[in-house]
């Protein structure tokens, strides 16, 4: 009786992929409130007493939601929307406590060079999502709004907070509309509202299950080292 060693192009491997639904809708509209609310603080269009109660809802609704739109992110095998949301959450959290232990209206030079520090961070995820401008587009604009939100905080100045709040009024604008593509374009599986995609995401509703699974076997989690 022998054995027989398989060679290694008889080895097969199986690699089970489970659907995930787009986390980018979830993380989005999560970002629309956080950054709309402290715009309304920012613009003086609501009292900076209600300063607590912002940071509340934005520690209670957008840090978890957009965690969890990180985790998913991660899990439908995007590094962007995961990296993107993950960095999100992080930042509204700091945002959030921020506020909730200082003095309404008050300004805080740490939480500024924190901003800032996030605001490069944003550019990670940005560049990378070159497939979908709808995502570049809305990650962009955050890190913008935290750039300048971070150098308000660090210098005081109402200029910068008051473009700040525009900036967060912009963005709260995009990124209802890019949620509602997503979220579209999930649902009845074809593009209704242009999201951008372009590049390798330009088949991403038309290509084969082959071609859409052609690279897996390379992507961290499959690959032997991440």
């Not at 934005?58 to 995961?82: E, H, K, M, N």
């Not at 924190?114 to 490069?120: E, G, M, Q």
Request: charged share 10%; net charge neutral; with cysteine.
């Amino acid at each position: 009786m022998s054995t027989r060693t398989a060679a290694p192009d008889e080895i097969q491997t199986r690699v089970v992929v489970r659907p995930v639904g787009n986390p980018l809708p979830l993380g989005f509209l999560a970002l629309m409130v956080a950054t709309t609310t402290v715009a309304m603080l920012q613009l003086g269009v609501i009292g900076p007493e209600q300063g607590h109660v912002v940071a509340l809802g934005v520690l209670v609704l957008t840090v978890p939601l957009q965690a969890i739109a990180s985790v998913l992110g991660f899990l439908a095998r995007d590094p962007v929307a995961g990296t993107g949301m993950g960095v999100l959450a992080g930042t509204w959290a700091a945002v959030g406590f921020t506020m909730l232990g200082a003095p309404p209206g008050a300004t805080s030079p740490a939480l500024g060079v924190l901003l800032v520090c996030s605001a490069v961070a944003m550019v990670v995820p940005t560049v990378a999502a070159t497939g979908k401008l709808a995502g570049l587009s809305v990650m962009g604009l955050s890190a913008a709004r935290f750039a300048v939100t971070g150098v308000g905080q660090l210098t005081g100045s109402p200029v910068w907070l008051t473009g700040a709040g525009w900036l967060g009024v912009a963005l709260g604008l995009l990124a209802a509309y890019a949620a509602l593509a997503f979220e579209l374009e999930d649902v009845q599986h074809v593009t209704v509202l242009p999201v951008g995609r372009r590049g390798p995401g330009a088949d991403t509703m038309t290509a084969s299950t082959r071609e859409e699974l052609a690279t897996v076997a390379h992507e961290a989690g499959v690959r032997k080292q991440v």
